[in-house]
């Protein structure tokens, strides 16, 4: 195929398709072996704080680290400088990150999970202590894919989250018995590390890794500038996940299972499309921007109409199949029909907002490119605002329902005021 920019979609919608194929078979295996049962409901608290650090800090890093290294190498900057101040602020932020986390979780788990049973809080500790180290490779391998999509080599990088998969469903069949209610905690420890290893030997093996003693300059200088906004977008952004986690904790017993499951097919085609076009548009977006910004905008709203059309289209058919996908996915074992009927509820009501969820991701990562982080911090502040009122207002009425609910009228109407941002900074340029 003669344009790269396809090329390159199209590598990462195939790896990222079968990645996500080997996630569900995964999530099979752990349906069939744990139901909506206690082991499911602890390791989903115990990974919360540390995906929460990894969301708003470390995936805010890698964002900002992209277009400002991309200006780094246009203007003939050292990149190992630039490189080593990445890493080290990511190990910095990721230490940090740990300690507080160590030292809070009693705190947080009192506050925000009290009506959980006894039983459930050392549960919760155990497999919450042994999975925070992990932020410390999950940050390094953020920058070393965020060096390999800049170099082009998106199939390197994509094929790294095969590693945690391939691990956990290792675990899972063959040291299930073994390490017990601990396994999911041992099987994201170790598919981390193999993942961090398979991403350094790449990056060193075709010179993209480099690391000199750091120096400040005015694009790193302007990058750290550009932190602070970015964090606090993420920040608000992932607070509404943390906000869900206290309203659904006031909720019956596997009520956090059959949401972490009704949302599985939405965030399936919400990740095979932002891999497929995120991972390769911020770069190219990046280099845009410096060269012609006016097809910038052109091509970014290009992608929106053909992502929200197709995705309306399929959204339908995902939403009259909702019962028997769950049904031939899950009803297994202790996954009974009664379960099945739960999380297709909540799998239709989530559906929904897929296409606008995915048109603002886009151009999340388009603003990111030019800088207009500012913005995107009070509007995450605005969504989680109106989160927490719709909240309060649709759980007392429509149970677990009411909670998606709040969720995908959210996501909706934060994708109609980042496009009216966007189209507005667009009319400013004409």
Known sequence: MSNPLIRSMIIVAVIGL??????VYKETIIAGSFGLGEIIDTFSVAVLVPTFIQSVFINSIKNLFIPNYITELKNNGNKGSFQALVILITIGVSLFSCIIAYFGTDL???LVYSEF???YLPLIKDQLYFVLPCLFFWGISSVLSGLLE???RFLISTLAELFPLLTMIFFLIFLKDQFGHMVLAYGTFAGSIIGFSYLLFFSIRYNDFELKKPVLNDNSRLMIKQLPPKISSSFL????NYIDQFFVGQLVIGSLAAINYG???PAFGVTIVIMALGSVLLPHFSRLVNEDLKSAYHQLFKALKL???IGVFLVIVGVFMSDWIVELWLERGKFTHEHTLKVSGIQQILLISVPFNICTLIMVKFLTSINKNQFMAWISLANLVLNVILNFILIKYY?????VMSTTIVLILGSIFYFSYTYKQYKLIR
């Not at 952004?237 to 509404?240: D, E, L, P």
């Open 18 to 23: 079968v990645i996500k194929v080997i996630a």
């Open 108 to 110: 947080f788990l009192n």
């Open 117 to 119: 049973p006894e039983t």
């Open 150 to 152: 800049v170099s082009n």
């Open 237 to 240: 952004t992932a607070m509404n």
């Open 263 to 265: 949302n599985r097919l």
């Open 307 to 309: 992502v929200l059309g």
């Open 399 to 403: 149970d677990v329902f009411g909670l």
